[in-house]
């Protein structure tokens, strides 16, 4: 069925000509059940008071630790077809950033970087963040090899922000990048490539402890926290979102690392008070707004 002949296109009798109002485009991941991609960021922005345009790569029924996983990962002209149609809206001029997360294939990896090629160069206040999702040190990388290419050779360069783990770190640079002079060396290998500012995450701390790590071509800053004792999707994605969210209401990057680790860090303290499966992604906006003090990052450099 061609769009012009569906039932669906249809004029309406009054509306207002005005565009609605777009702070944020989020190309990643969506689940039925439970937090991850999409499924975790976009609550936290929209509690914070950002409006956000959700373009999934996935829609899956939960994430793939359970014994069970429904759903399919997008087909690639299916996604072109997505976005094409946020360009169509205009919407990359109104937006003030975009982020890409998990795609779930090389196809609808090599579409956005196509898409996001273009539409990054006509629209030069749209600043890219990068969540390049490869795996973890638990699990080893769960993406074709050609995927990470198309990060490392594609996407990288287009980056304002890159936020991996240290497993993708490791993974991009080619080079151990789990504990902290590693990560730092690593993280200003990857700003070589383009991006402004990486944010290296899940680095190796002192027993008991996670480090993460911002570096930019000027500074290097370091926070640390407690590694608690529960293992749910979505922190990463929540701690990019709760950070862009305070860099786009003019925060100093390291101030909103700040708020966005004391977010993560108090939304794990309430999915293990609650006894439940899922990431409480909900606890993590109310968390980061309150007085910062809890996580103050330690410049080293």
Known sequence: M???????????????DGPSPVDVISVQSQLVYGHAGNSAAVPPLRALGLRVAEVPTTLLSNAPFYSTLRGRMLPADWLADLLLGVSERGIPQRAQALVSGYFGTVENGQVFADWARTTLKDNAGLAYWLDPVIGDTHTGPYVEPALEAVFREQLLPLATVVTPNAFELGRLTGRDALAQDDAIAAARELLARGPQWVIAHSVEGAPGELVTLAVSHDEVWRWNSAHLPVDVAGTGDVLLALTMAFVLRGEPMPMAISRAIAGVHAALEATLASDVEEFDVLSAAPAAQLPPGRFRGQRLA
């Open 2 to 16: 061609s769009t012009t002949d569906s039932h669906l296109v249809h004029g309406r009798r009054t509306r207002p």
